[in-house]
């Protein structure tokens, strides 16, 4: 009796483990779904810009010297040609001296000879010399006065000191901008696109721009002018946006551009994550069905479906890679957010 209840109480372990592996492999796998939406769809084209003014000129030294002297005009409005800073010219105003004071020596010389010629006592090639002598002086002054003014830093335009740079007693490098001049309206933005999405940009495109400056606020822009020569080594092309009078955007800057380069309206969309290149998995009466899907534009709000789905369609989302066609499934409550 005792060895028949062993046998029928292993009996109904086997059979509940076999019940129970049965049900393991059988049972519907849990998924998530979402239904598609409709909404705008916009196929964009990204860079990264910076506030420019349209008009505007950045000033650098010529030579490297000291800084003497600055206008303290930062803000200020000023004409071409206003003296904007002085650099040290003791040096070379002793050296225009001293040219001054060998000039005159070589007149005085070129007279004394012109009178022994007058008497016979020189000869003209001598007084030939002597006037040559004068002349290489004369040319010598002349290019170091006009060297003189290359210490005098001077607005080649009109308009604001949009920044002071110049410090008195700084040393001003060469090809260091001190001063950036110009009128503060209108601006641009200059954004370096890339050559792969060139192609797709074309003048009068409109465009977004996002400021952290300026967060949620919307930032119009237009396509004005697209660099014909690319930079080969950062394979892109310089795209100068025109932005409006009244924009809140300030000089300097930094921007995310989104050019604007088609938009579809009440365009069905999905979430990126429900697909799988053009592949979508649908819940049908607690099965997974494949689903082959026509896609358009890829953007932020979405995938934009062109055929395949519907709106009454419920997609597993993320895409199951490791799901089979015909499997069946159960829709899960929704995760927390």
């Known amino acids: 009796m005792m060895r028949f209840l062993r046998y029928l109480l292993s009996a109904l372990v ?17 998924v998530q779904v979402v239904a598609p939406s409709r909404g705008d769809a916009a196929e964009i084209v990204y860079a990264a810009g910076v506030v420019e003014p349209r008009t505007w000129a950045r000033i650098t030294p010529s030579l490297r010297e000291r800084i003497v002297e600055e206008c303290d ?40 000879i012109a009178i022994l010629v007058e008497k016979n006592t020189m000869s003209q090639q001598a007084l030939e010399r002597a006037a040559s002598e004068v002349a290489q002086l004369e040319a010598t002054i002349s290019g170091q006065q006009a060297r003189l003014e290359s210490y005098v830093i001077r607005s080649p335009v009109g308009g604001q000191v949009l920044r002071d740079d110049a410090e008195v007693g700084e040393i001003a490098e060469l090809n260091q901008p001190l001063f950036w001049v110009g009128e503060p309206k209108p601006l641009i933005v200059v954004a370096e696109v890339n050559e792969e999405n060139i192609p797709r940009v074309a ?31 950062s394979k892109t092309y310089r795209v100068r946006f ?7 955007l300030l000089i300097g800057m930094s921007v995310d551009v989104n050019v604007i380069i088609r938009v579809s309206e009440r ?35 979405g995938i934009e479906v ?21 499997a069946k499934v159960e829709i899960g409550p929704a995760p927390a957010t």
């Open 242 to 248: 025109s932005v409006p009078d009244d924009s809140p």
């Open 267 to 301: 365009a069905l969309l999905v979430p990126s994550v429900a697909l799988s290149g053009n592949r979508a998995f649908v819940v049908a009466t607690g099965v997974a069905q494949r689903r082959d899907v026509t896609t358009g534009i890829r953007g932020a709000n």
């Open 73 to 112: 005009c930062e803000g200020r409005t000023i004409a071409k040609g206003d003296v904007l800073a002085r650099m040290d010219d003791t040096l070379a105003q002793a050296q225009l001296s001293e040219m001054h004071v060998r000039l005159k020596l070589a007149n005085e010389e070129y007279n004394r």
């Open 14 to 30: 086997l059979a509940g483990a076999g019940y129970g592996g049965w049900w393991y492999y059988t049972r519907p796998t849990v």
């Open 306 to 326: 062109l055929s395949g789905l519907s709106e009454s369609d419920r997609l597993i989302s993320p895409y199951p890679e490791d799901l089979a066609e015909g």
């Open 203 to 233: 003048a009068e495109q409109k465009a977004l721009l996002r400021s952290d400056a300026f967060p949620g606020q919307r930032l119009d822009a237009t396509v004005a002018q697209i660099t014909p020569k690319g930079d080969p080594v």
